[in-house]
Structures are given as structure tokens and as C-alpha cells.
């Protein structure tokens, strides 16, 4: 089992089009035993994806592509344990949750932007960092769960 985590800057996009990434992202993880968490905020996205190795990194090659994002930034990757989303094709967490909700993880992504290696953990390479997004995501409901 792999994982990998990259952020990025999303080109100006509706909702209709966040949501259309998802959509096919939900589709496409599930049949090809992908699961993960995808972050929209602020105009930046932050995904953590995991799956077999070749799988993931067949799938970032196509993702860093794509035209709806750039100043793709790999923060790291590697060979885990065990899945963190194993429930979730791809979970999804964004400025539309409640603000009580949301302050937590957008304090976490904030600190996300420095220089992996040099920011203050947690940030979006370290597990506690997706731990909390994952505890976000049980508090907010089944809406998510996907
Ligand atoms: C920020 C971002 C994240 C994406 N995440 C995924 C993903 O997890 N899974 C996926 O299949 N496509 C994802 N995509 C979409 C792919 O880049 C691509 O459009 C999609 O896989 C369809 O590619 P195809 O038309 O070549 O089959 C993402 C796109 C963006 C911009």
C-alpha cells in the first residue's frame, strides 16, 4: 500500500466544475481501488491519495495534467501500513462546512504552505494532519461519506 500527497492552485473554477472533478474522481477511485481525501480551500487543493503504488502514481501523472490546477507540489509519498480513508473513494472537505467545523483543518492547511521540512507540524504530509481531517469528516456526517 502507497500513499501520496500533493497540493495545488486551482485555476478559476465554479462549484459545478469542483464538484464534476469529483464525481469522476469518485468514479474512477472506486473501480480502481483508490481512496483518499480531497481539500478544496481557499483556491488551493490538497489530496491524499492511496492505493497500490503504480496505481497512484499512474493516476497523479494524469491529475498533474489537468488543466484545472497548476503549481502541482508533491509534499511526499510512500509505502504505508494501512489505508487512513478506506471508507472513502474520495472524501471531500471545503469553505462550504460550518466555520466551527472548518477552523481546525484550515489552521492545519495554513501551516501547509511553508516548505516541507520546515514548517511546524502538523501539516498536510504529517498522519495527524489527515487523522483530523478524518475526525472533520465523521463530524459532519454521512453526506461525506463516499
Ligand atoms: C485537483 C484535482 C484532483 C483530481 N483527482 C482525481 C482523482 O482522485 N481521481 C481521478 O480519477 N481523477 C482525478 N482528477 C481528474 C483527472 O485529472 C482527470 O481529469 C480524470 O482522471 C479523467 O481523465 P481522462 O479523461 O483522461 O480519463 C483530479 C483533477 C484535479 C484538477
Known amino acids: 500500500m502507497y500513499n501520496l500527497v500533493y497540493k495545488s492552485i486551482a485555476n478559476?473554477?465554479?462549484l459545478a466544475q469542483v464538484?464534476?472533478?469529483l464525481a469522476v474522481s469518485r468514479d474512477f477511485n472506486a473501480r480502481h481501488d483508490i481512496t483518499g481525501c480531497h481539500i478544496y480551500h481557499q483556491g488551493f487543493f490538497i489530496q491524499y491519495l492511496e492505493?497500490?503504488?503504480e496505481v497512484v502514481l499512474a493516476l497523479f501523472e494524469k491529475i498533474k495534467l489537468d488543466k484545472r490546477h497548476?503549481?502541482?507540489n508533491l509534499l511526499s509519498k510512500g509505502n504505508i501500513y494501512s489505508r487512513e480513508f478506506n471508507t472513502w473513494s474520495m472524501a471531500y472537505l471545503s469553505n462550504q462546512?460550518?466555520?466551527e467545523a472548518f477552523r481546525y483543518i484550515e489552521q492545519l492547511v495554513d501551516s501547509g504552505t511553508e516548505p516541507v521540512g520546515k514548517s511546524i507540524l502538523p501539516n498536510p504530509t504529517s498522519k495527524r494532519?489527515?487523522?483530523?481531517a478524518k475526525a472533520l469528516l465523521h463530524?459532519?456526517?454521512h453526506e461525506n461519506f463516499n
Open 12 to 14: 478559476t473554477l465554479t
Open 19 to 21: 464538484n464534476e472533478i
Open 51 to 53: 492505493g497500490e503504488a
Open 70 to 72: 497548476r503549481a502541482v
Open 97 to 99: 462546512l460550518p466555520n
Open 129 to 132: 494532519f489527515w487523522l483530523a
Open 139 to 141: 463530524k459532519i456526517g
